[in-house]
C-alpha cells in the first residue's frame, strides 16, 4: 500500500455548482496550479502544462455522485491516480482529493505535493467565493 493523505476544503456553493464547475476541465487553470497552468484537448486527450511540463490526464467521466477522478499519465512513469470527490454539505460542498506518495518519492518532493494540494484548494475556495 502507498501511504496516502486526504484533503479537504469547504466551500459556500451547492455540490452541484461545485461539481459542475470542477467537471468542466477548461476551469483547472482556474485554481490547480499544481497541476494545469495551461489545458488543452487533443484526439479526445486532455494535456495539462504542469511545472515538470506537459501531461496527458484522464479525467472520469461526468457522474451523479461527485466522483471526479482523474489520472495523471507522466511521459515515461507510470500513471498516478487522484481520488477527487465533491460532497453536498448542507447547503454548501466539501471537496476532498487523496493525495498517494508514489513509490521512490523523496520526502521533498511529497512535501511539495502536499502543499500544492493545500494550495489548490484554498485558490479553489477563493474561485468559487468570489
Not at 32 to 61: C, H, K, M
Amino acid at each position: 500500500m502507498l501511504p496516502a493523505l486526504t484533503f479537504s476544503v469547504s466551500i459556500n456553493r451547492s455540490a452541484i455548482e461545485v461539481y459542475a464547475f470542477l467537471a468542466d476541465p477548461d476551469n483547472w487553470p482556474q485554481w490547480a496550479t499544481g497541476l494545469a497552468s495551461g489545458i488543452r484537448q487533443a484526439n479526445g486527450v486532455w494535456y495539462v502544462q504542469s511545472p515538470s511540463g506537459e501531461l496527458a490526464v484522464d479525467f472520469s467521466p461526468r457522474n451523479d455522485y461527485g466522483v471526479l477522478d482523474h489520472t495523471v499519465i507522466p511521459p515515461g512513469q507510470s500513471p498516478v491516480h487522484v481520488p477527487m470527490r465533491v460532497i453536498a454539505n448542507v447547503d454548501g460542498a466539501e471537496v476532498l482529493i487523496t493525495l498517494f506518495r508514489q513509490p521512490g518519492m523523496t520526502e521533498e518532493i511529497w512535501q511539495r505535493d502536499q502543499n500544492w494540494v493545500r494550495k489548490d484548494l484554498t485558490q479553489l475556495q477563493a474561485v468559487l467565493t468570489r
